[in-house]
């Protein structure tokens, strides 16, 4: 936890030295464009805000133009405008792109806020507002980096920057601007800092993220309720039979029991096992955080293997018939489910939902009809651990934070890094500076500001490394694994 020290910093060569020095004189002035940011209240999902978007959108271009950076433009969208933004060009250099957000989640219930959530206030060190680490603190830390190096001899590769206003309310409108912007965007690898580090002083590297398909799953019988005196007995109930449709999805154990779900699903390898096993994890307080009276899964697997490496189907509601107050004595005419499923590498997530519907059909009776509705279906992305943005990151993130990041996964989807995938074909890190507790979506959200500063620092030598400039040598591909001391002080 020394931060940064005499040691570390002299590798980095004049270039980072210089930029290091200039981000610790101006710390302050950090603040003060942090401050500004927050208070502008850019809650993307509430219609009466769409100005305020606007205007955070109009903020951030004109704070990349003061960066020194290029070309900054606001792209106006059927929703809310995107920024873009690119570094001086470094022929041979990587391209690297960087994507972040800039709107909000809605500050409700504002009564919970012990300070308005527009209003930031900075108290233990901590700075709080809406969006101070989801995600405003490390857009802006992005841009803060880009300007420091750019500052102090020119940032040594090309840097292309993606912000959106609309990543809290499903990024609506982005896989298309991607898309249509393929050639400007193209990259090498995405730097993604959205997420949070694995705990205080623990930084980590997520490589990996499921993937989700969803469905839903209607039964239907009599054309309507039927009275169940008059009719009970003569025909199929289609509450049962979804009951019986659903209750043959899994095995006792919690597996999946459909036939050829899990086609195509890769192990965690033997490192991935023992380091997980290795990650201060604690089990308990997972249990508490979630009040089940016990944890259950997969045999054969740990609680993280579980949520990283597995994949799932879930019915996530079902409804039909009657169940408010009192009592209605029908044959229900429908019942429905809603299931969703997180996929991992390399599974095919158009044919896990065949083989979900394959056995559905199968097994319903004629006694009632099946209709199903497919929705989205993207595939769980992994990034290879030997990757040189992973190299570079890993780096980065031991000579700022004094140790080796470790390397994580999130069983959570986010749809735009699929996109990067499969649009721009570029792999996607995660290398994020918020901590889990920081209450990012919930009231008196907070942001420390000495992840602020020093993730900005990481940051400065994450590009430098990169571009073979941190004195570690250009592209040496290999992550130093298991090499604790090799970056402490
Ligand atoms: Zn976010």
């Not at 840097?159 to 965007?185: C, I, P, Q, Y």
Request: proline share 8%; net charge negative; aromatic share 6%.
């Amino acid at each position: 936890m020394g931060g940064r020290t005499a040691g570390s910093a002299a590798v980095l060569g004049g270039l980072g030295m210089e930029a290091m020095d200039r981000l610790a004189s101006r710390r302050e002035a950090a603040l003060e464009d942090l401050v500004a940011f927050l208070a502008i209240p850019s809650v993307s999902s509430v219609p009466a805000h769409r100005e305020d978007v606007r205007r955070a959108a109009a903020w951030l271009a004109e704070r990349l133009e003061r960066a020194g950076l290029e070309g900054v433009r606001v792209h106006p969208t059927a929703g809310h405008p995107v920024v873009t933004a690119r570094s001086a060009p470094v022929p041979g250099a990587p391209t690297v792109l960087v994507y972040g957000h800039y709107d909000v989640q809605p500050a409700d219930p504002p009564d919970a806020w012990t300070h308005p959530p527009f209003s930031p206030r900075v108290a233990d060190g901590r700075v709080y507002a809406r969006g101070a680490s989801d995600d405003k603190g490390q857009v802006l830390m992005h841009v803060l980096a880009a300007e420091a190096l750019a500052a102090t001899g020119g940032i040594p590769l090309n840097l292309r920057f993606l912000f959106e206003g609309e990543e809290e309310s499903g990024s609506v409108h982005l896989h298309d601007f991607v898309a249509a912007h393929r050639e400007e965007l193209a990259a090498d690898a995405v730097v993604v800092s959205d997420t949070p580090m694995f705990a205080a002083g623990v930084p980590a590297i997520c490589y990996g993220l499921r993937g989700l398909a969803a469905l839903d799953v209607t039964v239907r019988g009599p054309a309507q309720d039927l009275h169940s005196g008059v009719f009970g007995g003569a025909v199929a109930n289609p509450v049962h039979e979804l009951a019986r449709l659903l209750a043959a999805l899994h095995d006792a154990d919690g597996r999946v029991a459909v036939p050829g779900f899990y086609d195509g699903v890769r192990e965690p390898t033997p490192a991935e096992r023992a380091e997980w096993a290795r990650l201060p994890f604690d089990e308990a307080e997972f249990l508490r955080t979630t009040g089940s009276p016990r944890l259950f899964g997969e045999p054969g697997y740990s609680t993280l293997e579980r949520v990283w490496a597995r994949p799932t189907l879930e019915v996530n509601g079902i409804a039909g018939g009657f169940a408010g107050d009192g009592r209605k004595t029908i044959v229900p005419a429908s019942a429905t489910a809603k299931i969703t499923c997180r996929l991992v590498p390399d599974q095919d997530p158009v044919a896990v939902v065949d083989a979900v519907v394959r056995f559905l059909e199968a097994r319903a009776p004629d006694t009632v009809r099946l209709e199903i509705v497919r929705h989205e279906a993207d595939p769980g992305v992994l990034t290879p651990l030997d990757h040189p943005v992973v190299a570079a990151a890993r780096r980065a993130l031991a000579a700022t934070f004094g140790r080796e990041p470790v390397n994580i996964r999130m069983g959570g989807s986010i749809p735009v890094v699929h996109t990067f995938q499969s649009v721009l074909g570029a792999p996607t890190v995660l290398v994020g500076f918020s901590l889990p507790d920081e209450r990012f979506h919930a009231p008196n959200e907070f942001f420390t500001l000495d992840n602020f500063y020093r993730g900005t620092e990481a940051l400065v030598r994450l590009w430098l490394a990169l571009a073979g400039r941190d004195g570690a040598g250009a592209a040496d591909g290999g992550a130093p694994r298991g090499g604790e001391k090799e970056h402490t002080p």
